[in-house]
């Protein structure tokens, strides 16, 4: 049986009292009527009081959640902006719309932004923009007073529980992008009650690893933030690989959950703003260039990447790259590289020094101490030293200079360039260096900073110094011919490259603003024929057309006229055969005896005078 109905003369004596009700003929109630009141006032009342209790108890269980699971962050000492209340870019923004330059509001309140309901939306912080400091000398002035804030969500759907640490950062300064306001997030998945996994989101992407593979501090998960970008890693020392090219470290601030206050994110009013945390392009052409260049602001945590890190944490997770242990491991490798470097240089110059100092003890280290100055005319020997000398200098050049070009000559309105403009270059002093053209002109897209140069100079000055005391032109040759062919090996791997880009699955069709680029089209053109070529990509959505072409740098050139001279100069000590000048012990110097004696003119003098001396009896007096 359910509860009779209670008008107005059963409510009204609670506001106006019993008393005046009674003597007013419009108002009668009795005292059956008064019980029934008493019963559903109190029935509302402890209905009230025990959801409220449940609310209250649900959300100091997610905070104890939170905190017990809350990571601590490692920040990389170049690192100028942390996690920050929302507060701080909400107060100095306008908002605005794209394709609009007049803003829509200039004074924000947080609960204002539910009037926004468009992701064309962006909110544009005033205090500076993407090509200059002004957010971060803004933030870095008011630091201390700010404090610090990551917001934390519990996500149960009873079958599986994600715990998820949003943190906002109000500028984005990474080394490939800059964009005002930055969202990233890390999350800790459990099974059966227990944590199993954890996801890190690095730009679009991410990573995940095992609840065992992760860094942590009791329950407590680290997290290595790359500087500027804010990406999170796993290991304070990744980030190097992909072009990305993060610079990871844990010698900067080290954040526990003492040093941060930790909000749910739940109940945040602003949660529900649809439209970018940061500028995102007054122009529609703007907009369009600043989404694929890494400039638009981005999403809030309910709509990044279409809202699958919100909606469905554990599917986005199961989308990111797991981590490897063998990558770790290169990862290491590449973190300490200089490192390793100079360490294994230093081992490499002592043995070295004293296999120099046992052929100087046993043989003797002649008379030019670096055997590849005995030039003497020209003779072969001599002439395989001068090639070997070119060499050593073409190489250096080359250095210095393009080893594979990528151009594009884009026909396409607001595009247009003028001529062929470097999309892509390889080279040995910055490895791979990818930019596309823009309104502005070229805009870096991303690098691979790979040390050629180093691998190719220290490797010179080596084969200089092992010449040292070589007493043979045939050993000498070796070394010289080695060396040629390791320089190819730059221009080898270039090749090997790009013939396997053809393999790559590419999506058919890529979509720009509105108009759609064939890329597999593309790069199977450039597989087919590495060595240099062109091909013209029509786009008929905007009656535009671009034209790529390829090939190999004067850089790349000149490491293969280099080691040519070496191969030849190598060749040419191989059969001359002769040794360079006379050893302490011959028997000992050499592989096989020598065909002859190089000897220079002073030389055959000085032992022509010797052996007539000692031929020549002295005269009596």
Known sequence: MGYPLINVPIIAPLFIGYEELNNDEKYLCDEEDMKQL????????ISFCFFGTLMVTAQGDDQTL??????????????????????????????????????????IEEFDLLEYASDTYYLDNQLGGIDDTGIIDAYQTAMSSLGYTIYGRVYDTGVSMVIQYWMFYAFNSGEQNQHEGDWEMVQVVFSSGEPSQVMYSQHHIGQRASWGQVEKQGDHIKVYVSRGSH???????????????????????????????????????WLEFPGRWGWAGTTDEQAIEASILGQSGPFGPKYREDGLMWDNPTGWGTSLLAADNTVFLLEWILYHFILLFIVISAISVAVLCYRIYRRHKTTGLGPRIVSILYIDGTDSKSIGNILCIVGIIVALIALFLPWYVITTDIGVAGYETKGMANMMTIDGINGVQIQIPGLTGPMPMGS????????????????????????????????????????FLPVFFIIIALLMLGMIPFESMVETGSAYVDVGEIFSAISSSPSGGNTLVSIPEVGGEITFQWGFGLGGILLVVAGICMVIAGALEIMTNIELYPSKQPGDADDEPPAVYAKKPSDVDTDSQSTESKSTPPKKP
């Not at 690192?79 to 908002?95: A, G, I, K, R, W």
């Not at 180093?454 to 010179?460: D, E, M, N, R, S």
Request: net charge negative; charged share 15%; glycine share 8%.
């Open 38 to 45: 008493f019963v559903c006032v109190m029935a509302v009342l």
């Open 231 to 269: 990406a999170n890693y796993l290991r304070s020392y990744s980030g190097m690989v992909g072009v990305a090219s993060d610079i990871v470290g844990a010698n900067g601030k080290i954040w526990t959950s003492d040093e941060y206050n930790l909000v749910l994110l739940d109940t945040q009013p």
């Open 448 to 487: 691979i900073i790979l040390p050629f140069s180093l691998f190719i100079a220290i490797g010179l000055v080596f084969m200089i110094l092992t010449t040292i005391g070589i007493a043979h032109s045939k050993k000498l040759g070796r070394k010289y011919l080695a060396r040629g062919v390791r320089l």
């Open 66 to 107: 939170v905190q017990q699971y809350a990571p601590i962050l490692y920040f990389e000492h170049g690192e100028t902006c942390y996690p920050v209340d929302v507060s701080f870019h909400l107060e100095n923004s306008y908002v605005y719309a794209i394709g609009n330059e007049t803003p829509d509001d200039m004074d």
